[in-house]
């Protein structure tokens, strides 16, 4: 059955009509209060006394309509998670501007026929459409980075849990005497594990916490024990700030070791507004600009060392500001003497050149410099949707202790045995979904690599083709590098362009390429991956670095970009011994119609 959109005024007309309508009362509806420009989204078991309470609210005065939106066959745990999805999709569309400040605190719970019931969303926002009450599709939404990245992403209640501790852990941190003393919230987790999405997540409600009203939270007694942990851990972060603080804001930065992801999230806060500013986004050496109260840090594992960075200057001048020794410190240590408490996201196997901190090196630095420290784990899968199982048998395969041949549910897994076959299959599937793209290791030199910012559209790519000249050439087909590293994902070329870990890494696609290189290969004897280092292009990774460490990045290199796709991934490699060993693993895709 197709849910109904009811429309009501919002006075006590409209109350009244609610109140005599056989949804009114007593029954699970999300409901759309709204005017011109402004939207409130909620859900409630009784629209009537729900909206009697909401005509009191000051804020919501101005607003005018209510749309009321019910079903047959809704139930609580439905009306929550199409609340928070709405409320989701309706900041990224763009047509209101969202009034809700503190919604999506609730855990993302499973519940009896979830998929059915996520089934019929779209058809939801089918007729909100069709009501002019929102302007873009669901699949232009879906592959914007503001919903990728958004602070209205609900949260599993793994993630819950870690950002309830963490809440708690940044108060208790304000509390402890000393002016040297910088805690330490140390979050685990593998790529697709939502370490972005929860960091943004907990800067919301950092930033949003004054905020907290128990009277505008709808039906409160159905909160479960985890979202009232969650509730009160955000009423200890407003009573912090309101009275100890005296009302000053925390000053939070977010700091992005890559500059293309840094680039991306920095446009999401600026459109996100509703507390999120552009300049909390930053990079490493900006941590020495401002006194910081919480420092988080995304993909920490790409922090820096002294070690075949590109400018070494920089680097050095925020060491002589901290006082710290240039060739004894690194970025790690600077953070955590710049802000009383950080947050830092982790995978060590996500770690990809020579420059990054060792994991020996991480872990020695953020033990002598922070205390208290508090340990968390991610564990589950949240973007790909081959779920756990691929993620785990992907890196069999890498670590070559895989068995059998596993099909992935749910999920296109494929090896090519043409590579432009496997190209042409991913343009296809960007023109068609978007966000698809192909990646490759380095066993190629980047010739065509610009010496200056190349504009977002396809003039330079197009000259490049026009001369013939090319970087990548596979049993005769040519490509070319990815002309920029920032925001390359998004840009109009990078459908025909090849991108590398470094412009892919940190970004979601639907569907990922991967082309093995000639520096990557497999030794059936031994069964063992093994690199060919006369094939690796990245100077700057091999330079003074152990040959041991440099393989195990390319290896890591790999294990990433594998785990990049949401809906599937392609694979080729060049090397033969490479391709018929994981062809024995992966389904060969000229057995399957790819649609």
Sequence with gaps: MLEKIRTYTFDEDGLKNLEESSHGINWPVVYLIHDDKCIYIGETTSAAYRMSQHLQN??????DVVEIVFDNEYNKSVILDYEQRLIRYFSVDGRYKVLNKNKGQQASHDYYDRKGYRSKFPALWNELRKKKLVDKSIEVIENDNIFKFSPYNSLTSEQNRIAITILKSIVEAF???GDDIHSLSLVNGCAGTGKTVLAISIINSLINAVNVDEDDIDDIHDYDEMDMDKLSALKKVKDFILLERNGKPLNIGFVFPMDGIRGTVRKVFKACGNGLTSDMIIG?????KKKYDVLFVDEAHRLKRRKNLTGYKAYDDVCGKLGLDKYETNQLEWILKSARHVVLFYDENQSVKSSDITYRDFKATYTRNANPIWH????TQMRCEGGDSYINYVKQIMECTVSKFKAIENYDFLIFDDVNDMVKTIRSKDNELGLSKT????????????????PDNMDYYNNLVANSEYDIEID????IWNLANNDWINRKDSTYTIGCIHSSQGYDMNYCGVIFGEEIDYNPEENKIFVKLENFKDKKVKAGTDEEDVKQLI?????????R???GCYVYACNPNLQKYLKKYIAHANDITIN
């Design 58 to 63: 000051e804020e919501k005065k101005q607003l």
């Design 175 to 177: 509390h402890f005497k």
């Design 284 to 288: 490493p050496n900006d941590v020495v």
């Design 376 to 379: 968390h784990v991610l564990q």
């Design 439 to 454: 990646v490759a290791g380095f066993a190629w030199d980047w010739r065509t690599k610009p010496k200056c910012s190349v």
């Design 476 to 479: 005769g087909y040519k490509y």
């Design 555 to 563: 290896i890591n290199t790999y294990t990433t970009i594998l785990a």
């Design 565 to 567: 796709g949401i809906k």
